[in-house]
């Protein structure tokens, strides 16, 4: 079935860099994209989202990018931060109020 | 605004047994909530959609006589794990929505842990 997921499942940045976390999903029929951000034994929490007919959205030290042509989504974090490690999950909305998760991508900033 | 509770936060019970999780909407009324499960390092898993007052929508494959979801209003939903086994072991994530906080808008809750011995 149609489904959402990640390029690279680890990153690693150097505190300070910028990071980016890619995600594919196949669904053309989607039309709200959310990013969420997971630390170890939490729930899931609301980074950034953005409508398919939006190509960016920005927000505090992040971006998100919408690429309907490829079905390509990212998440761009400025000036990233010790406190910004985490799993980060992209989601995808079609038919109501479900969410479908990508793979995750677990970030890991580095002093 | 929009915070969603989990109670208990952790649980460990005995094989065959019967758990219940709570998820509470604490500042909004939930029209609809959300069950996930979330195995280590794996995605979220939507188990089942649960919209008050009606029968909850399981997702392909989750049985729903053995996770059984009650919204009786619009702030609760619970979910009980019937006659839990170990690999029902799992990290269990709720979540809701409500029209006036924008119709997409997924809150989660922070997760209950259970472990199955």
């Known amino acids: 079935g149609e489904s959402v997921g990640l390029h690279l499942p680890t990153l690693s940045v150097q505190e300070g860099d910028n990071s980016i976390i890619n995600c594919a999903y196949s669904?053309?029929?989607?039309?709200?994209f959310i990013w969420y951000k997971q630390e170890s034994g939490k729930g899931p929490q609301f980074i950034i989202d953005i409508r398919s007919n939006m190509d960016k959205r920005q927000g505090q030290r992040v971006t998100v990018l919408l690429n309907k042509t490829v079905k390509h989504l990212s998440l761009q974090i400025a000036a990233t931060q010790p406190g910004d490690s985490a799993v980060y999950f992209c989601a995808e909305n079609t038919a109501g109020y479900a969410l479908n998760f990508g793979k995750g991508t677990s970030l890991l900033v580095t002093p | 605004g929009a915070v969603v509770s989990q109670h208990p936060s952790r649980v460990i019970c005995k094989s065959g047994t019967s758990v219940k999780i709570e998820c509470r909407s604490l500042d909004f009324q939930a029209t609809t909530m959300f069950w996930y499960r979330q195995f280590p390092k794996q995605s979220l898993m939507l188990m089942a959609t649960?919209?008050?007052?009606?029968?909850?929508?399981?997702e392909q494959g989750v049985e729903k006589d053995k996770f059984l979801i009650n919204h009786a209003s619009l702030t609760l939903s619970t979910l009980t794990v019937t006659s839990a086994h170990p690999e029902d072991s799992s990290f269990y994530i709720c979540s809701a929505t409500a029209p006036g906080l924008g119709t997409d808008t997924q809150y989660f809750g922070p997760g209950t842990r259970l472990t199955v011995l």
């Open positions: 669904n053309s029929a989607s039309d709200y």
């Open positions: 649960s919209n008050e007052g009606s029968k909850a929508t399981y």
